[in-house]
């Protein structure tokens, strides 16, 4: 058997290249820095809408984080002791309420591929529910709102897409989110 030929070796280099390669990475190219900026427009109408910027910034492939909020104390349980103390012992669980962003993006030709994870959580303290403990212990452990989100879009960089607009079953209330992608290099 001969060595292939000009043709035939280059179909044989085009099988073993990596599959975002064939998407449009740019092979051994250096991963970048990017500020990935969200907006969280709550409300139906633009003129009166509540606005939150976060911004957050990605080092090639690799994925950033940040949360910001509070931890919330919930009772979990409570007990009174066998012997005769008159004291009722409680247990506390903390919940992170606020805002969640992770993401992660992949490098292409004049777009990127933006993955992301959002979770907002809130406190609905009129709905409150009775906590463990009965009636010598009348705590109430507050109810949390929560929405979370998962996306993955392809988007040119610097312009804004939006990613979700969400409709919340319970209050009505209109949310969207939109990213913009900007280089940092």
Known sequence: MHAPTGFGAAIMLAALLPL???E???PGSATNSYTVQYNFREGGDAATAAERIYGI???GEH???F???RR???VSASFEPINANSLIHT???YLDVGVSIECSLLELDS???LHTSVVLGGLAEKDAAPAAGGPRNPTTNPAINETKLEVTATQQIGKPTVLASITDPVTNRILQITATVTAAN
């Open 72 to 74: 919330t104390p919930v």
């Open 24 to 26: 449009g990475r740019r």
């Open 63 to 65: 994925k950033s984080s």
């Open 91 to 93: 247990q506390y669980t």
């Open 57 to 59: 910034r990605v080092n």
């Open 67 to 69: 949360q910001v909020g």
């Open 20 to 22: 975002h390669a064939q």
């Open 111 to 113: 777009r990127v591929e």
